[in-house]
């Protein structure tokens, strides 16, 4: 009971409860904003209305969306300084450069188009006013980027040196911080993920409203564009999360082991599926594997030699001295199947999904649907799937759309959990940085406010979603169909003051 609400584990608990929560915005943020600006520019060039309907309604959930995300984020600030200032101190100068790059140029795009584009919709000409939203959405990309690149040095520090006088890591290369190879594997694959979340997010909400026959000319183009976003990047992060992988192999080779509870090394090292045991004795008591497929993962050799949990942490024991360098290998084990569980179930569902619906010159006559019309769920030539299993695969769809999430968030756990003992991967244990002039009390007072508070933002964000999913797509104004030509408008509408889009 003593160590379980000591401050450090009460930190930790804080930390990762703030942490996965704001992380279910951001990669839908970042998807958003660019299948937003796809739509949007899908409009300009074709003048179709169902792309600007598209656009206000996918858009406005994105400016939903970002507004919690900045909101959830700013907590993250308060906690470095008030439960992790050792860390804080430890890291600041290293980590000062990259979030300085983040807040001067990366927010610098996001405040100020986002701004643009909300109010410019009947100031600006339409391919001006298309351009903000493009930035925008760069604007989320460097973020994302920079942010990864801080973390990418918490799993592998490169670019500094240890001033022992002063207790700090200093930075001695700006750009190898920010281009070495996990900062770049990371960034890839927590991009393409968050396009399969922001993919199965717009298929499971066109379902939704297909499954009710509304608003069906906007839904039919959401929901292949969902699809298509769904497959292209669920490979993209089957692909990248190999070469992340292999990365991870070479740097941190117990968060692989610890991955498949690979307890002594081997060659032609299995792939476990299910394993049991015994941590306290370092062994499964139960265990399916598919021999030789760890060994490729790791190494692209299905015959190489993976070191296992003892290995490592014996060896990790002469390097550092006395202790326990293992993580909680049961988190470790399961945090990594989930994220790839959920994460391939949405791919799955993604390339059914474009099987049913494919496109109308793939089918023959009978089956084709128009714009107006729900599209038939084709199975076959000429067997379309009964109005029973129809509805079963809207419903399916629908919920879909919380698997990526949740594969986000167990990702997340897995990077995270998988590195401990290790704050800084063999520069910083945890326990050494948490603040020491905090007290239990006050971590469990700041863990339950924080709590509530995101409980209270949760309420709010479901219900706000809901409300505009519900209403679905806006009717349009001549306004909208007519934008200005040039900046401040083309009529008396000039010297309007600027009116909030929604």
């Known amino acids: 009971m003593e160590l379980a609400l000591a401050p450090e584990t009460l930190a930790r608990w804080q930390f990762g409860t703030t942490t996965v929560y704001h992380f279910l915005f951001v990669p839908l943020t970042i998807s958003l904003a660019a299948l937003t600006a796809g739509l949007q520019t899908a409009w300009v060039r074709t003048n179709n209305e169902k792309y600007l309907r598209a656009t206000k309604f996918w858009g406005k959930l994105f400016l939903i969306n970002i507004a919690m995300g900045v909101v959830t984020g700013i907590v993250q600030e308060f906690q470095f300084g008030m439960n992790w200032s050792d860390y804080s101190r430890f890291v ?35 391919k001006i006013h298309l351009a903000c939203i493009w930035m925008v959405s760069l604007g989320t990309i460097l973020s994302a980027y920079f942010i990864l690149a801080a973390n990418s040095w918490m799993q592998h520090p490169v670019g500094y040196r240890i001033n022992k006088d002063r207790g700090r890591a200093e930075l001695t290369d700006f750009w190898h911080v920010l281009t070495q190879n996990t900062a770049l594997a990371q960034f890839f694959h927590t991009i393409t993920a968050a396009f399969l979340v922001g993919g199965a997010f717009m298929v499971g909400i066109a379902a939704f409203h297909l499954a009710r026959k509304k608003h069906i000319p906007v839904m039919r183009t959401s929901l292949r ?4 976003t769904v497959v292209a990047a669920g490979l993209l992060t089957a692909v990248s999360g190999d070469q992340l992988g292999k990365v991870m192999f070479k740097q941190q080779p117990m968060k692989m082991a610890a991955a498949e509870a690979l307890w002594d090394g081997q060659n032609s090292a299995p792939f476990s599926i299910f394993a049991y045991g015994d941590v306290s004795k370092g062994h499964n008591s139960v265990e399916i594997s598919i021999p030789g497929i760890l060994s490729f993962l790791a190494d692209d050799n299905f015959n190489s030699y993976v070191p296992g949990i003892n290995d490592i942490n014996k060896a990790e024991q002469e390097r550092f001295g006395p202790g326990d360098y293992r993580p909680n290998i049961p988190v470790a084990f399961w945090s990594f199947r989930w994220m790839i569980g959920f994460g391939m179930a949405s791919f799955a569902l993604g390339i059914l999904g474009l099987w049913l619906t494919r496109k109308k010159f793939m089918l023959p006559p009978g089956m084709r649907t128009g714009e107006d019309e729900v599209p038939h769920l084709v199975l076959f030539k000429n067997k379309a799937l009964s109005p029973k299993l129809a509805r079963c695969y809207w419903i399916v769809a629908l919920w879909t759309l919380l698997f990526p999430l949740i594969a986000n968030s167990w990702g997340w756990i ?11 991967y063999g520069v910083l244990q945890t326990r050494d940085a948490v603040s020491p002039g905090v007290s239990q009390g006050e971590v469990l007072t700041s863990m339950i406010l924080f709590t509530l508070l995101y409980a209270v933002l949760a309420v709010v964000e479901v219900k706000l979603l809901v409300k505009y999913i519900k209403a679905g797509p806006p009717e349009l104004t001549d306004d ?7 900046i401040g408008g083309d009529h008396d509408d000039a010297d309007r003051p600027m009116a909030f889009s929604y």
Do not use: C, H, Y
Request: aromatic share 20%; glycine share 10%; hydrophobic share 55%.
């Open 225 to 228: 564009l969902g699809l298509v």
């Open 480 to 486: 909208d169909l007519n934008p200005p030509t040039r």
């Open 92 to 126: 600041g100068d290293i980590f000062g450069a990259p979030l300085a790059f983040e807040a001067l140029i990366a927010f610098f795009f996001e405040s100020t188009f986002i701004g643009l584009w909300i109010f410019g919709w009947d100031k600006l000409p339409k």
């Open 414 to 424: 897995f990077t995270e959990m998988g590195r401990q003992p290790w704050v800084v």
